[in-house]
């Protein structure tokens, strides 16, 4: 199934109503992604924290492992969580996995290090990222799911793009809090506490995301599948046999996606700091700027995917990625701020672009019965497979062959969306909201 009708009649759903699935999915998102990516802002002061090898690019390499493991249950996290979104409701278990993640993040904030508890750090540090990639596992699909639900056909890109604005939103909190804290304070105060700082800011966030979505009445279209009785008893299973073939191709359209995200906004302000000349104040200045550009895209690109459909806007950027890739890592690794920012400034919207174009894609490939799980396995998959292990694969990479060689593996995965968008355009030329 390449294509669902997702009813949302606009005479049944008050624009107040909209605005509170909107407000609610997006703060818990952002919540969830402010928790998932603030790790790899102070990746490098962790690494000092809980793997002091005496090499700082080991240490580093070390640190972005523990990122990649926690991408690993995240495909985990969708088979525990969506199908329990599938059958009870999208607003419970979206509760749920905000309060999981915020938990797990504090966690790490508290944790103490090597030099206090030994190797017992380290590992603790690995169990508290894996039950923050479980619940990053259930969060993204069912947050798209619900907007997409409440929805008015004709505006779903834009709609669904708040919850891809929500994503370089919290990153870019995420980041901006980073480069205060690099900027304020000393290295050995950042080396000692400050890295700690963010970390714990995600409990009172995390308190006030799980109020809004308590709040929060269930999606007209979920509400409509049980009262017709159409509820799947086992969602998962059903993805799996009825609409495997959209999960695979989803990973594919997500691939791109998963990939740059990883590359421009988690690997790039540590592998500035380790491979150039800038400062870690300078890296995160960089990714900040990239962020704001990234930001400012999104919506625009996502009210013009309304317009020209999915599937031509992700072929677009696709291409304009594969042209834009290496030239941009030369500009970032040429250790001159100006060219860099300039960089990030034109790669960055592309990727807005390429995500304004996959999340209502994704969403309307699955039915309502099982569109939290499909639409789960295929982002998540996705992001195991090419946004947690990029960071240590890139960073492999550059150690190996320069600052500009990860830019061909980045080549690689757009090369892999441009396929999955190909298959998908068979049936699919100009996927418009039904």
């Known amino acids: 199934m390449l294509s669902a009708v997702i009813t949302t009649p606009d005479s049944t759903v008050a624009t107040a109503v909209r605005r509170r699935a909107i407000v609610a999915a997006s703060f818990g998102t952002f919540v969830e992604y402010y928790d998932f990516v603030i790790y790899g802002y102070v990746a490098t002061f962790i690494a000092q924290a809980f793997f002091p090898t005496g090499n700082s690019f080991v240490s580093l390499l070390l640190t972005f492992g523990a990122f ?11 088979v525990i969580f969506a199908p329990l979104g599938d059958r009870y409701g999208r607003r419970t278990v979206l509760s749920v996995v905000i309060l999981l993640m915020t938990l797990a993040t504090a966690g790490i904030g508290l944790l103490p290090t090597y030099y206090q508890i030994g190797v017992a750090a380290p590992v603790l540090l690995m169990v508290l990222r894996l039950v923050q990639g479980i619940s990053a596992g259930g969060e993204f699909g069912g947050a798209a799911s619900l907007v997409a639900e409440f929805a008015p056909p004709s505006r779903r890109g834009f709609f669904v793009g708040f919850i891809s604005l929500t994503v370089g939103g919290a990153m870019l909190f995420g980041s901006g809090t980073a480069m205060v804290l690099t900027r304020t304070l000393s290295a050995e105060s950042m080396s000692q506490w400050g ?27 979920f ?18 046999r009825r609409d495997y073939r959209s999960v695979l191709i989803g990973i594919g359209i997500a691939a791109t996606n998963s ?3 990883a590359l421009y906004f988690i690997y790039l ?9 800038f400062s870690a104040a300078d890296a995160q200045l960089i990714t ?17 995917s309304d317009r020209v459909g999915r599937i031509p806007l992700l072929f677009a950027s696709s291409a304009t990625l594969i042209v834009l890739i290496y030239p ?10 100006a060219l860099a920012v300039a960089a990030m400034v034109v790669v960055t919207p592309v990727v807005a672009a390429n995500i304004a174009a996959v999340t209502p894609l994704l969403s309307e490939m699955f039915a309502t019965d099982t569109r939290y799980t499909g639409l789960s396995l295929g982002w998540q998959t996705a992001t195991t497979l090419f946004a947690g292990p990029t960071p240590i694969i890139l960073a492999a990479i550059a150690g190996l062959g320069g600052a500009t060689a990860p ?19 068979r049936t699919l030329a100009k996927p418009r909201p039904n």
Do not use: H, N
């Open 223 to 240: 509400t409509a599948l049980s009262r017709e009785g159409g509820v799947q008893k086992s969602p998962l299973l059903t993805t799996l």
């Open 68 to 78: 990649a493991v926690s991408f690993l249950a995240r495909p985990l996290g969708a």
């Open 407 to 425: 830019a061909f593996y980045a080549i690689g995965v757009v090369a892999i969306t441009v396929v999955a968008g190909a298959i998908a355009a």
């Open 195 to 221: 890295w700690r700082l963010p970390l714990l800011l995600s409990l009172p966030l995390g308190l006030i995301g799980l109020y809004i979505r308590f709040k929060l009445e269930e999606t007209p279209a």
């Open 259 to 261: 990939c740059m995200m």
């Open 288 to 304: 900040f700027v990239g962020l704001v550009a990234y930001c400012t895209a999104v919506l625009p690109f996502a009210r013009l």
């Open 328 to 337: 941009s890592l030369v500009l970032l690794s040429s250790g001159e701020l």
């Open 269 to 277: 302000p540590s592998a500035l700091k380790e491979f150039t000349d």
